[in-house]
């Protein structure tokens, strides 16, 4: 019975259409393809900030400066990053922003002296011509 119904069945319903595979173009990096892609303005230093680090983007393929454009950021799996202008790689290098990168011994003696510096505010109170204290010597009057 199966050795009849099965030819049968794909003769009546199966259809014959061509492969919608297509080879891939030649010089696709797949890399480039599979990676997280974000756009960051580059400052008029020629930096970018991506994921708290900053980066310098260097001179090069006949670009003297890309201050106030668009690059794109791509991420791949590894977490290594390329850096795309025009579709065209922009060399860069990262930099430490010494304002902001602060040894874990220094952050701790700071916060150590932070509780020293407070200075205690006296608390202020209304004087008893202050408008504040008239309304509510109304209020108490007005009240049963």
Known sequence: MEEEFWPWYNNRYMLQTESVYRELPEGLNLD???SVKQIRKVNRDN??????????LLGGSGISTLSDKEVEVCEQVEGKIKI?????????EEIMDEKKVLDEEEILSRRANMS?????KEEWRPSSQHPWRKIFKLKKKMTP
């Open 32 to 34: 480039l393809v599979f």
């Open 47 to 56: 930096t970018i900030r991506y994921k708290g680090r900053l980066y310098q």
């Open 84 to 92: 795309l202008y025009r579709g065209s790689e922009v060399q860069f």
């Open 116 to 120: 020293e510096c407070r200075v205690k």
